[in-house]
């Protein structure tokens, strides 16, 4: 239906950082993920895994902004 709308994912995703302050489609999917390990939501984060198509290791590397870092 987006597609529709808009023409393409990349018109929704400038439309998208447009109206939101230069945040991208990519800090959004961040953000939702890394809510979901913080809260220890693990059925959300067990959907994340099947509608982002990555395991959860990958999730927790990547998109998880909560990240402890070595020192």
């Given at each position: 239906?987006?597609?529709?709308?808009l023409?393409?994912?990349?018109?929704?995703?400038?439309?998208?950082?447009?109206?939101?302050?230069?945040?991208?489609?990519?800090?959004?999917?961040?953000?939702?993920?890394?809510?979901?390990?913080?809260?220890?939501?693990?059925?959300?984060?067990?959907?994340?895994?099947?509608?982002?198509?990555?395991?959860?290791?990958?999730?927790?590397?990547?998109?998880n902004?909560?990240?402890?870092v070595?020192?």
């Amino acid at each position: 239906m987006v597609k529709c709308i808009l023409g393409s994912s990349s018109s929704f995703g400038k439309m998208f950082k447009s109206r939101f302050n230069d945040y991208n489609l990519y800090d959004l999917r961040k953000c939702v993920s890394s809510l979901a390990i913080h809260e220890g939501n693990t059925e959300k984060i067990n959907m994340l895994q099947y509608n982002q198509g990555h395991c959860l290791n990958t999730i927790l590397k990547k998109y998880n902004m909560y990240n402890k870092v070595d020192v």
